[in-house]
């Protein structure tokens, strides 16, 4: 079985500064996709960034970028110049790549991120 | 383009009762999925829909049953109500393509009181 861990429950960052949250994984599989996902207290749920296991490079979208390291089976977000709308929970989670017609999503327990004015 | 849809938006229900949530995927998806979300919790995935079959199951059950319709909506169902049960019930969906499942897409939730 797969398990997604996020070590940090909460964390703050002044608004213009650089937040990095954390992700770990665990997984036998060699074929899969990681996602960040965001949670505003509005609740719905928002895709942040997705890396394909396969892809060496790292993702990015915006201010929005990961380190993956798959060796370490390790998935960080970084987020570059927060704003104030980036304040919400953040998801990390994993998704095996299997042609199966049957897979689903393990989310870690997610960091609750404040950016302060 | 419409995203994932979900009703009702709340919902109040007391010990015992049985209730139905519903869910319209984001257009051109064909894949369900239905994920519990405890507060202050990451969602656990209860089970996913494709082709009207229900493909996996996470750990919950069989209270827990779902139904997926030709126009690839989804209905999940939920007897015996618990207050356990209450919680932000998130449907997301997806594209199966050559049975690999794209990203998936969230729709709002619906939460869910047992009193």
């Known amino acids: 079985a797969q398990t997604v861990t996020q070590s940090q429950p909460e964390m703050s960052v002044q608004e213009a500064e650089t937040v990095t949250l954390s992700c770990t994984y665990d997984t036998s599989e060699n074929n899969y996709y990681l996602f960040w996902y965001k949670q505003p207290p509005s609740r719905q749920m928002i895709l942040v960034i997705r890396?394909?296991?396969?892809?060496?490079q790292n993702a990015t979208e915006n201010r929005f970028s990961v380190n993956f390291q798959k060796a370490a089976k390790s998935f960080s977000l970084k987020i570059s110049d927060s704003q104030l709308g980036d304040t919400a929970m953040y998801f990390c989670a994993f998704m095996k790549r299997r042609s199966n017609y049957g897979q689903n999503f393990v989310f870690g327990p997610g960091t609750r991120l404040s950016v302060l004015p | 383009d419409a995203g994932v849809t979900q009703s009702p938006t709340h919902l109040i229900k007391t010990r015992g009762q049985q209730v139905t949530l519903r869910c319209s995927p984001k257009?051109?998806?064909?894949?369900v999925s239905w994920y519990q979300q405890a507060l202050g919790q990451g969602p656990q995935f209860i089970f996913q829909?494709?082709?009207?079959?229900?493909?996996q199951r996470g750990n919950f059950p069989d209270r827990f049953s779902g139904h997926q319709f030709p126009n690839y909506s989804s209905e999940l169902n939920v007897n015996a109500l618990l207050l356990g049960d209450s919680a932000l019930y998130l449907c997301a969906s997806s594209l199966a393509i050559q049975g690999v499942q794209e990203t998936q897409y969230f729709g709002p939730g619906t939460r869910l009181l047992v009193l």
């Open positions: 257009s051109g998806h064909d894949t």
């Open positions: 890396q394909e296991a396969y892809k060496q």
């Open positions: 829909y494709y082709e009207e079959e229900e493909r």
